[in-house]
Structure formats: structure tokens, C-alpha cells
């Protein structure tokens, strides 16, 4: 699959996640879907606590940091997966 296909297809499901309501997806999958889109858009995250620090930052700062090691091309991999199966059920 070349670079603009794996790309196409990314822009599709941020799309598509983007008519999701958070209320339709549990906050685990939320979370996961957060973390894999800033890792395919930004790359591997840098840790430094600001002074607007929450709760739900930290959550979702750890999220991403806990998959800070896939490349960007897997990140968007994973998140296409996830739209999917969403979709399908």
C-alpha cells in the first residue's frame, strides 16, 4: 500500500470518528483513538506537565505516551482499524 493510500484512507476514518458522539464510544476506545490520532498527526509525545493540569490531560497524555513507540504510519494503521471495527458492529 503506498503512502497516499495509507493517508487517504486515515483522513477517512478521522471523518467518519468525527460524526461519532463521545457519548456512543466508551471512554477506553476514546482514549485509544486520541492516542493513536496524535501520534499519527505529531509524532511521539513529549512529556512536560503544564500548569493546566487535569485529570483528564493526564489520561490522555498517558494514553499516547503509552504508545509513543509506533511509527506514525502505524499509529494511522491503528486507528483506521478502530474506525472499522466500529463501523462494522
Known amino acids: ?3 497516499k493510500d495509507l493517508d487517504t ?15 456512543s464510544l466508551p471512554q477506553d476506545v476514546q482514549l485509544r483513538l486520541y492516542a493513536f490520532y496524535k501520534q499519527a498527526t505529531f509524532g511521539t509525545a513529549k512529556y512536560g506537565q503544564s ?3 487535569d485529570l483528564r490531560n493526564a489520561f490522555k497524555t498517558n494514553a499516547w505516551i503509552q504508545i509513543s513507540h509506533l511509527s506514525v504510519d502505524e499509529a ?4 483506521i482499524e478502530i474506525i472499522n471495527s466500529l463501523i462494522t458492529k
Open 51 to 53: 500548569e493546566n493540569f
Open 76 to 79: 494511522k494503521e491503528n486507528y
Open 9 to 23: 484512507r486515515f483522513l477517512d476514518a478521522v471523518e467518519i470518528a468525527s460524526k461519532m458522539t463521545q457519548a
Open 1 to 3: 500500500m503506498t503512502e
